[in-house]
């Protein structure tokens, strides 16, 4: 009995308190922003303000402009003496405007029109005065010349006339432009104030977006409030800046943090992480369903069944950012800039080291999170029968930092191209590609193609027997030696009526069937300053008459 006595005592005072609590006037506090912790998708809010609070509950009302926020994840923090009773995310109706704004901006608008309409009156009189300067010269055209039969006027006269006539009409002209220029001010007035009116007198749907701190105050105290929210139209794309030495034994590589942001409301001068964590809604640990097998049977039909739901995945499209190589400069060029590093339990952040500034509007803000010096062994690559081009590689090891995104790749200072940088799990071993070298060229070149009319003193009427010979050359033009690695493939038959014979190959390739593919073949070769190498292969095919075998 006593304990459900006290449970009641207890119900009752909650009900009561927070009956009470509804009735309170929300205390609206001016709030800002001060740190940005940006995701791949997101980003979570960090707002701060100060509030004057009374002995007993307080409910104060922090207005944010953000388009899209998730009700759930806002929290808050309250640094003072007492107790919090609720956080949440509301949206209050906009009130109506009092009758006493539409009445200031009415008596406004009676008071320019009276203005108008005084500075139109001025302009009828003005035009007047010009209409008498008319008359007065027609006049002048008629009467002065008949005068003249009889009478010259005087020197002094005709100046007194001349001067007359042109100080006045100089000082119409003048103020009737001063007029219209007035009265184009106050029709802009007018515009404006007649638009204020109208979203007045019009009923809005609007409301208000707050986060209401309900906090029970052990005193009469000034409070710190630190809120957190997650918003979405806000994120950022990895990208990538290789660079390398002119020696191309070293390549620095850049991670830059391509943001994008449309919460709706600025971040202005803000501490700004960037963080690759993905937030994930619902974390839930993925299960598995029984592996069934089975026969399939005649489905019978239902009236009743329910409709099959199809997901479709959809692929976001990268944007692929280059940069213009900067100019010869006297002084020497700056480094990028680095931010500080935190390594999380899931992820990485990384806190840019001063405040920013990123405006809510369609422009990509770019910032460079590292830079580091990426080891490995670096070698040149040909695939001489479908490039011309010899490229720079690099056999590298992922770390945890490594997210896939552009890579866009400097040789020497110079740009040289751009490609994609794919994730990989901490130590795997990848290729980087680092742009095409012309110091390092390959040639391929076919010496013989040649039909034969006998073959060993016979050949079947319906076969054609063909001669076919290739070369490749290499050349090294740098001043040190390089590891070449050179792809190349020879025909492979999958019937018996399609031969290759006398295959001949110099020299024998590092590695036949190269990664698991039949005919293809694998050369490494070390050239040294100014050196030059060969590679030759010949064979023969022999093929029904009525076949065209592709032939490079």
Not at 36 to 50: D, H, K, Y
């Amino acid at each position: 009995m006593k304990n459900t006595f006290y449970r009641f005592i207890f119900t009752v005072t909650v009900v009561l308190f927070f009956t009470h609590s509804a009735v309170l006037a929300a205390q609206n506090v001016s709030s800002r922003i001060q740190d940005v912790t940006l995701f791949s998708n997101q980003a979570l809010i960090s707002r701060q303000a100060e509030a004057n609070v009374q002995t007993g509950l307080n409910e104060i009302a922090l207005e944010i402009e953000t388009f899209n926020i998730d009700p759930d994840s806002v929290t808050a923090r309250v640094f003072g003496a007492g107790e919090i009773f609720g956080v949440q995310y509301k949206q209050v109706p906009t009130q109506q405007p009092p009758q006493e704004n539409i009445k200031v901006i009415l008596a406004k608008i009676e008071q320019l029109q009276r203005e108008k309409q005084r500075r139109l009156d001025q302009k009828k009189g003005l035009q007047k005065n010009e209409a008498f300067l008319d008359a007065f010269i027609d006049f002048s055209k008629t009467q002065i010349p008949q005068e003249l039969k009889t009478s010259f006027p005087d020197t002094e006269s005709l100046n007194q006339t001349i001067s007359f006539l042109s100080s006045n009409y100089r000082k119409v002209y003048e103020e009737i432009q001063s007029i219209d220029v007035a009265v184009a001010e106050i029709d802009k007035e007018l515009a404006v104030l007649k638009r204020e009116l109208q979203m007045l007198r019009k009923p809005s749907g609007k409301a208000r977006k707050v986060i209401e701190v309900l906090f029970n105050s052990a005193r009469a105290q000034k409070i710190k409030i630190q809120t957190q929210y997650l918003v979405s139209n806000a994120g950022w794309q990895p990208l990538y800046k290789a660079s390398v030495t002119s020696l191309a034994d070293e390549v620095d590589l850049t991670l830059f943090a391509k943001i994008m942001q449309l919460t709706g409301e600025d971040w202005n001068d803000v501490a700004l992480s960037i963080s690759n964590v993905i937030p994930l809604k619902g974390v839930r640990l993925p299960s598995l369903n029984s592996w069934m097998l089975d026969l399939p049977r005649p489905r019978r039909s239902s009236a009743g069944g329910a409709p099959r739901q199809a997901f479709k995945k959809s692929a976001p499209e990268m944007e692929m950012l280059a940069e213009a190589p900067a100019e010869d400069m006297e002084a020497e060029p700056a480094e990028f800039a680095q931010a500080r590093k935190r390594k999380l339990p899931l992820s990485f952040e990384y806190a840019i080291g001063q405040k920013m500034t990123v405006e809510s509007r369609k422009k990509e803000t770019i910032l460079p999170l590292f830079t580091k010096q990426v080891s490995g062994d670096y070698y040149h690559w040909a695939v001489p029968k479908q490039s011309p081009l010899t490229f720079l590689a690099a056999n590298v090891k992922a770390d945890k930092e490594l997210l896939d995104g552009p890579l866009n790749v400097y040789f020497g200072g110079q740009y040289v191209g751009k490609t994609y940088l794919e994730a990989k799990r901490a130590g795997e071993m990848f290729n980087l590609s680092l742009g095409a070298d012309r110091e390092v060229v390959v040639k391929y070149e076919k010496l013989k193609d040649k039909v034969l009319e006998t073959y060993f003193g016979m050949v079947d009427r319906n076969t054609t027997v063909r001669e076919l010979a290739y070369k490749i050359t290499m050349e090294n033009l740098k001043d040190r030696a390089v590891t070449l690695k050179i792809l190349d493939s020879v025909p492979v038959s999958k019937t018996d009526r399609i031969q290759v014979k006398d295959l001949a190959i110099k020299p024998e390739p590092t590695k036949r069937n190269y990664l698991d593919r039949q005919g293809v073949m694998l050369w490494e070769q070390t050239l040294k300053p100014g050196a030059k190498a060969e590679i030759s292969i010949e064979f023969l095919l022999n093929y029904p008459k009525n076949f065209t075998p592709p032939i490079y």
